[in-house]
Nanobody, 123 residues
Framework: QVQLVDAGGGLVQAGGSLRLSCAAS????????MGWFRQAPGKEREFVAG????????HYGDSVKGRFTISRDNAKNTVYLQMNSLKPEDTAVYYC????????????????WGKGTLVTVSS
């Protein structure tokens, strides 16, 4: 049974930082590109960041470029999202995702989802 357990959300002031993590089990982690999506209240889920199998290729949504960094530790079956310079508009539930390729991640072709972790940024 595949499980993606995302964690690390919380309440932070604008300008602050948080690091999300997603621990994967039940799959061959290095066979999957990994990504993060988010969904704010009343809005559609949007792509935030993706990383390739080996961690050498990354993609970011336009709204987070230069502020967020995605990385993975294949020895720990874990993917991370370092979020800096947070803004109130970053408030959302953040979801970890696993896809066959990084292109699939970016296009929303996700095989597995985490349950989400809430990030709230206060002004």
């Amino acid at each position: 049974q595949v499980q993606l357990v995302d964690a690390g959300g919380g309440l932070v002031q604008a300008g602050g930082s948080l690091r999300l993590s997603c621990a994967a089990s039940g799959l061959i982690f290095t066979n999957y590109a990994m990504g993060w999506f988010r969904q704010a209240p009343g809005k559609e889920r949007e792509f935030v960041a993706g990383v390739s199998w080996g961690g050498t290729i990354t993609h970011y949504g336009d709204s987070v470029k230069g502020r967020f960094t995605i990385s993975r530790d294949n020895a720990k079956n874990t993917v991370y999202l370092q979020m800096n310079s947070l803004k109130p508009e970053d408030t959302a539930v953040y979801y970890c995702a696993a896809s066959p390729t990084i292109s699939a991640v970016r296009g929303g072709g996700v095989d597995y989802w985490g349950k989400g972790t809430l990030v709230t940024v206060s002004s």
